[in-house]
């Protein structure tokens, strides 16, 4: 088979039409006000709100910072336990450790690749504040049953919801679930404002100690009143948003063709698996996830190999996952006893290109690969 002429990525950021961003820039230039809260970033949060489904939006200049926050937010015990996935992005445990916590690692479900919400309760010590569990790939959590066990124990949750954008579990929007969820609007994601993210929550208490947090700790010209960041949403990354979400459901309809091809192709395939969204979920179409079984003649590392001969550069995410890194591979929670499904789901889960524009001829091209890998031997 011919390669690819022009190199074929895991995504392509969904950019507004130039066009419309010089007005939107012309405009913050005559405003001569350019961050700090102003009017594209306010308007953006009201808009997200209702994207979102959730009472308080607060947007931020990244997803990891926004998670920083949201962990200093509610104010965990200092050197307390949170338990989360190690089937994640470092940001996810990173950002446990940068608040002087610890990471404790729980299993994944081998459906849902999410952490087992069945394995949480044996991992609760006295010691523990919270769990921060991931709707990885926009697969969502256990919410119900981690919520429960949340209230059970008195422990905050906070969902990383980076995978998940405007994801809706029984039509509820997935920010709403916890006490604080995590979305990053990172290039990468389905919707971006190149770099940047928000916290979404119901909880009305929480609206001015996030926004002091975002700020410095700045209450005003002359109150400091918490040890807070540099947290904020400049006026051009809130108008790419703004614009973005005019075109985020277009991509989604786009990609769900995409992604309709690689499911009625690779489904015939014998010993490739394709993860299923649950029923009451909508799919925020963020990633196309598949399992390469150890029987197919090829092993994910020689697939993913194969594939680069051709120009097509799929991802390993997650591998390594999280309990692997130099920092964690040490803790009581990293052993292979401790993670059985995630040590070995990292070393057969490969993520396909997925994004609107990915040329039809070429998610055929990678489907006709994977099938002439699969007749090998
Ligand atoms: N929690 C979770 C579960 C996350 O997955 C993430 C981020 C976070 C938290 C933190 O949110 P942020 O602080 O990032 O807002 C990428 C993203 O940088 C990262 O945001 C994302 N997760 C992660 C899963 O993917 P890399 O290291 O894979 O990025 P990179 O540079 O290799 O880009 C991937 C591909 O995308 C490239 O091969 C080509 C394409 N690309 C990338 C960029 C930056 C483009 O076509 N254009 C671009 O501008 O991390």
Redesign the pocket.
Known sequence: MKGIDEPV?????LLPDLDSLQNEIKEIFESKWVTNHGIKHNLFENKLKTVLKVNNISVFN??????LTALNALNLSAGSEVITTPF??P??PH?ISWNGLKPVFCDINPETMTINADKIEDLITPETSAILP?H?YGFPCDVKKIDKIAEKYDLKVIY?C??AFSTEIDGRGIGGFGDIS?F??????LFNT????CLAYNDNNLVEKIYNLRNFGIKNEEEVVDIGINGKMNEIQASIGLLNLELFKEEQLKRMEVKKVYTDKLSKIKYINIPKMPENTTDSLQYFPIVIEEDFPLSRNQIYDEFKKYNI?T?K??YPICSDYENYKNLQSSTADNLPVANNLKNKILCLPLYGDLDKKNVMNICDLLKTFSNLK
Do not use: M
């Open positions: 990525y895991i995504t392509q950021p990244n997803g990891t910072i926004a998670l994640t992005f940001a996810t950002s991931v990885v990383d980076a995978h995590v990053s609007f990172h290039a990468t994601k190149i770099e940047g993210g550069f991802r995410y997650f």
